[in-house]
């Protein structure tokens, strides 16, 4: 299965493109966590950073094997396992966002789902949120389900930067899932008028978001052409 926007292969069982982030098929309920309370999702945070931190004090202890040095592998050739309970909050809140879009894209549902609530509760817990990391939690909030959480960082960063690009492709993905097809035309046509002068601005998170970038003006240039319809 390929994505109907940039083409990239897909799981069968994805339901967002994990490079586009167009929604595959038809629209979804909200995922299970919604409305789960933030005390439960820390916990469990806190739960995953109290094993990872357990199993690598044990993987020092003398004698311990490491991890992937079972069945012959030379332990001198692996990488250290990454500590995450020693991470900055800013590293830890990426880290697990990656997890959920690396397991979505592997069409693991029940773990992204899993791991869906600790991400977003990490990103909770910053004392300051910049643009890229309000993106990055409408993304997780559109993993889930949640149109109206990712248009309220949709809202949040076009108030910080009206012309920011990650806005209108907040709110394009919010409006498809919605299934509010002229939003959805409204916020294609605004990344194209602002791209061009946006992308000059060379601001880091484009460039760290370079291949979505370049998959949704793919998308937003056959919507606007009337090849390809918002959803």
């Not at 907040?170 to 002068?197: I, K, M, S, T, V």
């Given at each position: 299965m390929t994505c109907h926007a940039c083409g990239a292969p897909l799981a069968a069982t994805a339901k967002f493109c994990h490079k586009c982030g167009a929604q595959v098929g038809g629209g979804q309920a909200p995922g299970w966590w919604v409305g789960l309370p933030w005390g439960v999702a820390g916990a469990a945070l806190g739960a995953l950073l109290a094993v990872l931190a357990l199993r690598i004090g044990r993987s020092r202890e003398p004698g311990a094997v490491p991890d992937g040095a079972r069945g012959g592998t030379a332990a001198g050739s692996l990488l250290p396992a990454p500590d995450i309970s020693q991470m900055s909050p800013e590293e830890r809140a990426t880290r697990l966002y990656n997890r959920v879009m690396t397991l979505h894209s592997q069409g693991k549902a029940d773990s992204a789902e899993f791991f869906l609530p600790m991400a977003l509760q990490a990103y909770a817990m910053l004392p300051a949120l910049d643009i890229d990391g309000r993106y990055h939690i409408g993304v997780l909030d559109l993993t889930g389900g949640d149109y109206a959480g990712a248009l309220?960082?949709?809202?949040?960063?076009?108030?910080?930067?009206?012309?920011?690009?990650?806005?209108?492709?907040?709110?394009?993905?919010?409006?498809?899932?919605?299934?509010?097809?002229?939003?959805?035309?409204?916020?294609?046509?605004?990344?194209?008028?602002?791209?061009?002068?946006?992308?000059?601005?060379?601001?880091?998170?484009?460039?760290?978001?370079?291949?979505?970038?370049?998959?949704?003006?793919?998308?937003?240039?056959?919507?606007?052409?009337?090849?390809?319809?918002?959803?």
């Open positions: 309220a960082q949709a809202d949040s960063i076009h108030r910080a930067v009206p012309a920011h690009l990650f806005a209108f492709m907040l709110r394009a993905r919010a409006f498809e899932l919605r299934h509010d097809a002229a939003g959805a035309r409204r916020a294609y046509a605004e990344f194209l008028r602002n791209e061009a002068a946006e992308r000059a601005r060379q601001r880091p998170e484009y460039a760290e978001h370079a291949d979505n970038l370049d998959a949704f003006h793919t998308q937003a240039t056959q919507v606007a052409a009337g090849r390809t319809r918002a959803r």
